[in-house]
T-cell receptor, first 112, second 114 residues
Framework: KQEVTQIPAALSVPEGENLVLNCSFT??????LQWFRQDPGKGLTSLLL?????REQTSGRLNASLDKSSGRSTLYIAASQPGDSATYLC???????????FGSGTRLLVRP | ETGVTQTPRHLVMGMTNKKSLKCEQH?????MYWYKQSAKKPLELMFV???????ENNSVPSRFSPECPNSSHLFLHLHTLQPEDSALYLC?????????????FGSGTRLTVV
């Protein structure tokens, strides 16, 4: 059974820092991995989608990497801003399922 | 706005009430999903529809009843809910069930059962 873990559960950094959020999964037979952002009480905004054949994806200040064999993905945020404060969720889609399996998220606070 | 619209944004209902949640997308997507997000738990898939046909029912109690009248609209009918059903209910869509497509989520309906 696939399990997705995100570390740390919460993170507080001063503005301007570069930071890394981690996501690990126990079953490497994934089809893709997606990073989302969720603001308090709101829905999910898709940030980056990485197919299993890809190693990384970039969008602006965000860079996501995928190491399928070791069951890990990282989300790198460069030059963090207070507006980046949110919960970041990673989710994997298995080879044989429509289902996204989510981690519990990392709550990020970027202090001005 | 992501292109997936959910109404209402907030709903408070008694355990004997009947209510419905609505989801609408005009992205041209053919697959739609209901997810549940409870406090301190990861998101859980509830239902999956592809081209208006239900393809997955993830062991959800019968007090939750989905309906997909067309590929742009998805409903979740609620009746005789329990307080533990209070959660954020999220609708999502994808271009198809094909595994290569990412999901687009709505903003959710915050449901409180009293």
């Amino acid at each position: 059974k696939q399990e997705v873990t995100q570390i740390p559960a919460a993170l507080s950094v001063p503005e301007g820092e570069n930071l890394v959020l981690n996501c690990s999964f126990t079953d490497s037979a994934i089809y893709n991995l997606q990073w989302f952002r969720q603001d308090p009480g709101k829905g999910l905004t898709s940030l980056l989608l990485i197919q299993s054949s890809q190693r990384e994806q970039t969008s602006g200040r965000l860079n996501a990497s995928l190491d399928k064999s070791s069951g890990r993905s990282t989300l790198y945020i460069a030059a963090s801003q207070p507006g980046d404060s949110a919960t970041y969720l990673c989710a994997v889609r298995m080879d044989s399922s429509y289902k996204l399996i989510f981690g519990s998220g990392t709550r990020l606070l970027v202090r001005p | 706005e992501t292109g997936v619209t959910q109404t209402p944004r907030h709903l408070v209902m008694g355990m004997t009430n009947k209510k419905s949640l609505k989801c609408e997308q005009h992205l041209g997507h053919n697959a739609m999903y209901w997810y549940k997000q409870s406090a301190k738990k990861p998101l859980e898939l509830m239902f999956v529809y592809s081209l208006e046909e239900r393809v997955e029912n993830n062991s959800v109690p019968s007090r939750f009843s989905p309906e997909c009248p067309n590929s742009s609209h998805l409903f979740l009918h609620l009746h005789t809910l329990q307080p533990e059903d209070s959660a954020l209910y999220l609708c999502a869509s994808s271009q198809a069930l094909d595994f290569s497509y990412g999901y687009t989520f709505g903003s959710g309906t915050r449901l409180t059962v009293v």
